[in-house]
């Protein structure tokens, strides 16, 4: 076998495979907000091979049995395979949720990835906030190409630091509650986990400027486009335009002076950008490091500490 996704079934190991896949699609659907829709085909992804793997070696009939010995046959059979470390992390966490989701289940799941031989990452620091300069010349140019819809979603995620996700689900009505309330009420969020924005001068006028313009109640999603259809648009705008505004960096200069290498970048590098600006504004007004972390975390919708240090650095040292 020279990939995990090339192992062949027989007959019977088919049968057995499709009844845990169709087990996999009834916990990670995409309505059940168990995950966002990357994450969901991520963890699919990496459910697909382990579903293989127990058909092939275990031919169990549901997933209420697994236990730690099916992790390590899987994790020792993916490295034979030549699968990198990275996506075994990926696929024990699908495999962890899974189990977690999957009711009356017999055995805990106890082994770490240390002792799976998956190795840890090797931290390397990465800056990927838009620096004012590369925003603004990136709404500028967006505006020269009579793309609204780019112009908006810039503008929301660096003022509001919504997810892609997020910005394209958004209505008229939810910003004009935004303007009403004083904070924008977010609903499709990752997971399901609500939350509210407060909104400064910037974040009120674009919102403003936004209902001005935008021509239907779902402001990104129209007649002859879906909701991805309206991310993958915007995705592709930044890929195949960001040489035009990206600032030039030496990155290998960077790493040798152990200082952020400078990612290329993408929509998510704007919460980054937002992240940073909440932060030195909630320390200005004279909150802690740890409280201001706190909320700048609630505002991006994360319930971990070492997550919003990720979007802080370099700024937090």
Request: a positive charge; proline letters at 2%.
């Amino acid at each position: 076998m020279s990939h995990k996704g090339n192992w062949e079934l027989n007959t019977k190991q088919q049968a057995i495979f499709n009844n845990l896949w169709n087990q996999v699609i009834a916990i990670f659907n995409y309505t059940s907000h168990q995950q966002g829709f990357r994450g969901i085909e991520r963890y699919r992804n990496g459910l697909k091979a382990f579903c293989k793997h127990l058909a092939i070696h275990y031919r169990p009939k549901n997933f209420r049995n697994i236990q730690d010995k099916h992790l390590i046959s899987f994790i020792e059979e993916s490295v034979v395979a030549n699968v990198d470390n990275i996506t075994l992390k990926t696929d024990l966490s699908a495999i962890r949720k899974l189990h977690k989701l999957t009711p009356k289940t017999r055995y805990k799941l106890t082994v770490g990835n240390d002792l799976l031989g998956v190795a840890k990452r090797t931290k390397k620091q990465v800056d990927r906030a838009w620096s004012e300069n590369e925003y603004h010349a990136a709404i500028n140019l967006a505006l020269s190409m009579n793309r609204n819809d780019v112009v908006w979603a810039l503008n929301l995620a660096r003022y509001c630091g919504v997810r892609l996700e997020e910005c394209t689900a958004l209505t008229k009505t939810q910003l004009k509650e935004a303007l009403h309330h004083d904070f924008l009420s977010l609903k499709n969020t990752k997971n399901g986990i609500l939350r509210d924005i407060p909104l400064n001068q910037e974040a009120r006028l674009i919102i403003s400027s936004i209902l001005k313009e935008a021509t239907s109640e779902r402001i990104f999603v129209y007649h002859g486009r879906n909701h991805q259809q309206a991310k993958k648009s915007i995705q592709n705008w930044i890929i195949n335009n960001r040489s035009k505004f990206a600032e030039k960096v030496d990155n290998g200069h960077d790493q040798l002076n152990d200082t952020p290498y400078r990612s290329k970048l993408t929509f998510h590098g704007l919460r980054h950008a937002f992240a940073r600006e909440r932060y030195q504004e909630f320390i200005r007004k004279g909150f802690s490091r740890q409280t201001s972390r706190k909320m700048v975390a609630e505002q991006l919708g994360h319930g971990r500490d070492d997550v919003t240090l990720i979007y802080l650095d370099p700024i937090t040292d």
